[in-house]
């Protein structure tokens, strides 16, 4: 299956991107690891990206679109991907459809992960990170530690990251309505868009995830 999986910060994008590719036997592609990657092995995209993010400005969407398509052509990627992080706007979602129609294929959905705005902002504000190790990661409200500001793993303080804060996260949210959102309209018109509610227990959204899909590829049958 060819995938792509939109939704708000906060919805859990990256942890069912992970699970439902490893279901559906295909890669997980996420922005973040296409920038790491190739700016970490120097590629010349690599050295495009970093220039613009070192100083200060966004990445143009040719050079995200031309990690995409590198990625996408990779051998692992022949059966489908799940894309996570891109398209991050219509320029871009026209751009993938042209790539696609190059190589005579499609996408099978579009993955929308749907949560309100006041539960985002509470599922984000509310993480305390630990400061000895950011792996051990807290929430005030679903897993809270056992003594306020104190990891229980290792006795660390526990802080709330500058972009967690409840006015970054609505700053925030409101780039991904000017920006984000109207792919789904576009990909709707396409008949792609299968929405689901992202709220609940991780494997509950997966399994929820996995129903909507079915039908849509040979693999999710």
Request: charged residues 30%.
């Amino acid at each position: 299956m060819r995938i792509v999986l939109v939704g708000p910060p906060g919805a859990g994008k990256g942890t069912q991107a992970a699970f439902l590719a490893k279901n559906l036997s295909i890669p997980h592609i996420s922005t973040g690891d296409l920038f790491r990657a190739n700016i970490s092995q120097g590629t010349e995209l690599g050295k495009q990206a970093k220039a613009y993010m070192d100083a200060g400005n966004l990445v143009p969407d040719e050079v995200t679109i031309g990690m995409a398509k590198d990625r996408m052509e990779q051998p692992d990627a022949v059966n489908g991907f799940l894309l996570d992080g891109f398209p991050r706007n219509v320029a871009q979602a026209e751009a993938l459809d042209t790539m696609l129609d190059a190589e005579g294929m499609k996408l099978d959905a579009v993955l929308d992960l749907e949560v309100e705005e006041d539960e985002v902002v509470k599922r984000i504000a509310g993480r305390r990170i630990c400061r000895n190790d950011s792996a051990h990661v807290f929430h005030v409200s679903y897993a809270p530690p056992k003594a306020e500001g104190v990891c229980d793993v290792c006795g660390g303080e526990l802080y709330q990251r500058d972009d967690d804060s409840e006015g970054t996260v609505r700053k925030r949210l409101e780039v991904y309505h000017t920006q984000t959102e109207p792919i789904i309209d576009y990909y709707r018109a396409q008949g792609l868009v299968v929405t689901i509610t992202a709220l609940g227990k991780v494997d509950e959204v997966t399994e929820r995830a996995m129903e909507a899909l079915k039908g849509r590829g040979e693999q999710a049958a």
